[in-house]
């Protein structure tokens, strides 16, 4: 079936199907068609849509946050055009067996480069120099992608030095082999960063001191979770799959089949014009990653879990104080947001019908957060790090949002304290990289890596 084919057959499937997960949304006539629209405008126009929550929360419920995430999660997993950074190719089929759009995004290492350098041209970005130049090629073609300790970051851990997850902990598979973690932004972030020189350390800060810092209208931030895959693993389908030169802490690097176990989409919708309504966050997962606490199926295989071991669930094993490679026991502690489940069942069923053989039918939306009230950025003064989560409107629309395989450990904390954490709860704290500054960045810890130009007195590389 072809790329026309599949949009007319999806767009048959999405005016008879749409009922089913929409009626049980409450609120105007509005939900059901903004289900359809949303799902049917990605998949027949390929157009991005960030899905910025308005400024109040009057017309903006979760169901909603659920269609636009899951549009947003069709346009970037959609094929992307060969030669064409974040392009999607619209002649080719949803699942095709090649580079999605969000996976020709640039990498902050890309862009944040050391002493402050500009980076290259959108599209051209330099192979690092770890890599061997026989396979730099094959990684500039597209062929592969390169990964190693490319993970997410805090305030307090600015820069992390090993495959770690924002905890500081790793995660093992049943095999024993680390996940591995990867951060990817669009052409419109890419280009609000390049454009204000907010790459340098001094740059930045004095641009900050005079107007918020804010990822503008259109801005994709993703942070993806890869799992190495056995044989049985890449030939069942049940993965979307990739081949990447895989870089261990202290090792040395190797061609590796992996699987996407993780993804968490930032849509950003802020600027120093506009306002900083903070975006839409978004965590996805494969289905077989791990189970509900005490949920476990027999029938199950999960890549995080094994049934008949013993282990305390999401702990990790440390000896003499250290964690070692040991089998990690994942549960979910969160369930599913049931408005997710409800839409990713929807989207399933359109894959399915649509792309039968497409690994994305087994990817689900645990759940989605955004700001009951806007966030402003706007004149008179920028914000300080922290930013507030609490608007006239109220806090967001959930103080929980994990995903077992991104933010495995930190699950325990928070089951047992029952405190805010999240993705706008961590991001919050984003801040500019000169340590002599708080301002904020607009829920973005990307910033935090700009280093200083050489002759920038005062100014010291984080």
Known sequence: MNANDLRVALGTLLGAACVMPCMAQTGSAGPANVCMSELQQNLLTLAPHTASPPDSNGGFINRIASC???????????????????????????????????????????????????????????????????????????????????????????????LEQVDGLVLYDQKTNPVYYEVALNKTLYDYIVGNRLYELKSQSAYAATRAIAPPVGSFEIKAAWKILSGAETSSGRFFTTSAYVIPPGGKGSVQTVGLVGLHVFAGGG???????????????????????????????????????????????????????????????????????????????????????????????????????????????PQNAPLSLTTPAGPPNTQQLLNPVIETYMQVTQAQNAAQRSCMACHAYGKVADPQAKFATGFSFLFGRAQAAPGNKGAAPR
């Open 68 to 162: 636009n995430s899951w549009q947003n999660f069709f346009y970037l997993n959609w094929p992307a055009r060969a030669g064409q950074a974040g392009v999607p190719d619209q002649q080719a089929p949803f699942g095709a067996p090649q580079p999605t759009v969000w996976q020709t995004f640039i990498s902050p290492d890309q862009v944040f480069l050391p002493n402050g350098q500009q980076p290259a041209p959108w599209g051209q970005a330099a192979v690092g120099a770890d890599v061997p130049p026989a396979v730099a090629a094959q990684v500039r073609s597209g062929k592969l992608r390169v990964l190693r300790h490319v993970v997410k970051f805090t305030d307090r851990q600015a820069r992390l030095q090993d």
């Open 271 to 381: 600027s120093d014009t506009q306002g900083n309504s903070a975006g839409l966050w978004a965590t996805f997962a494969q289905v077989d990653n791990a189970p509900l606490a005490n949920q476990a199926q027999p029938a199950i295989t999960y890549s995080f879990y094994n049934p008949a071991s013993n282990a305390v669930s999401n702990t990790p094993v440390k000896v003499n104080g250290k964690q070692v490679p040991a089998v990690t026991q994942v549960t979910q502690v969160w369930p599913d947001d049931s408005d997710a489940a409800a839409v990713t069942k929807y989207a399933q069923g359109l894959i399915g019908a649509g792309a039968a053989k497409a690994p994305w039918q087994y990817y689900k939306l645990i759940n989605t957060q955004w700001p009951r009230g806007a966030y402003s950025a706007t004149p008179p003064k």
